[in-house]
């Protein structure tokens, strides 16, 4: 069965600063939200491994370059460093060497014809303004973020025409407030809807500041919403899926996309004592200046059904307290991540968004397969021939294109990741590249069989797949 895809489908790769660059000319009182983290607690991090030495982008970035070239990639994401951009995050003061080579970077990816697509932060927070503001929770913060944002569009937005205000922006309050599984394991709901908020008025605020200057481009956000399965069609299943849908999804998408919070969501954040109590003139600030674009991550769908147990008012009020997970039985399943394998979420998704928002330009910018272990898959010439990695693309690819054709406004994929990676915890545990770093001192760099094939879809636009129902190798 052959895929055609479209002439003008974007088809990149994405990876961020924090888990690319290392800490290479890093100097004291730069560390960030995830620096901070791996000094606290290196032993949750796969083997060691951490931001420390990461790829080595920060020396190797003109070798990755390069390989982009080879495989003719066109459009690459990645992020500033917040928390290495300056050297004083309240008066604004840039660290011109890294200032420099941000400059570099943009400017050899056009020169090797790859767009540049820039991230102003991927839980790089800077830990100064954590210990001081305690993060996001500041109204403080979202200022000092536009300042940021101000400055690097002035300094990069001749040459970067995708900017993005913030990746996944529910994440980090979510695995450390809401759910405390992480570093610094604080329970407080509050905080993270507060957080939230904050982030949704900190990309207005950047949104703002962009269109004032009438650059030549668009200003978006990176959002990672799970496409939302009920257990059944029983009404209360489907009132459980449409509650996560609200707290998780629609939380970033209403806002962003219309300019406008959803009344139930206000409602119940009122009536659990965890509104984030806006003014009406910030409120405007984000019904005037709602994004030109989004950017959505991808990998595994949620599952849940009513819940079946009474909530015990005696713990913090988690959304949970509307939804349990269920595990679906005989589900597919990447087993060296633990995530699950449906590649149907890329059209569902795309249906999502049309049924339920005005048409807005969007397009995935991460999806991908981590897999544990991958040089038992090298053959003797030392290339990973990663297979089930190209049935995994193969299978989302046409879903996504299916969208595209049932009138989607998606226009393109960018996988996860252009390199192997850092990955928060799991650290090198799964490799996600088309392009292979061996942990040696060099980080030296091979392409997998993957990255061939992904230059032969770029250069011919079609693209072979079994029966779409076929399962891919576990």
Partial sequence: MNITIPEKFVLGAASSAWQTEGWQGKKEGQDSFIDSWYKNEKFVWHQGYGPAVATN???NYQEDID??????????RTSINWSRFFTDYEQLTVDEEYAQHIDQVIDQLIAAGVEPMICL???EVPSFLMDKYDGWSSKEVVELYAGYAKIAFERYGDRVKHWFTFNEPIVVQTRCYLDAIRWPHEQNTKKWMLWNYHKVLATARAVELYHAVNYDG???CILNPEMVYPRSSSKEDQKAAEMYDLFFNRVYFDPMITGVYPKELITLCQQHDIYFD???EELQTIKENTVDFLGINQYYPKRVRAPRYAWNDQTPFHPEMYYETFDLPGKQMNNSRGWEIYPEIMYDMSMYLKKNYPPIPWLITENGMGRENEETYMDSQGVVQDDYRIAFISKHLYQLIRGVKDGSTCEGYMLWAFTDCVSPMNAFKNRYGLVRIELDEARTRSLKK??????SIIDTRLMELEDPAHQIEK
Avoid: D
């Fill in 67 to 76: 390989q982009m070239k080879e495989i003719h990639l066109t459009h690459y």
């Fill in 450 to 455: 993957s990255g061939q094939w992904y230059r």
């Fill in 121 to 123: 932060e991927h839980y």
């Fill in 57 to 59: 982008f920060m020396e």
């Fill in 278 to 280: 806006p003014t009406e």
């Fill in 218 to 220: 668009r200003i978006g």
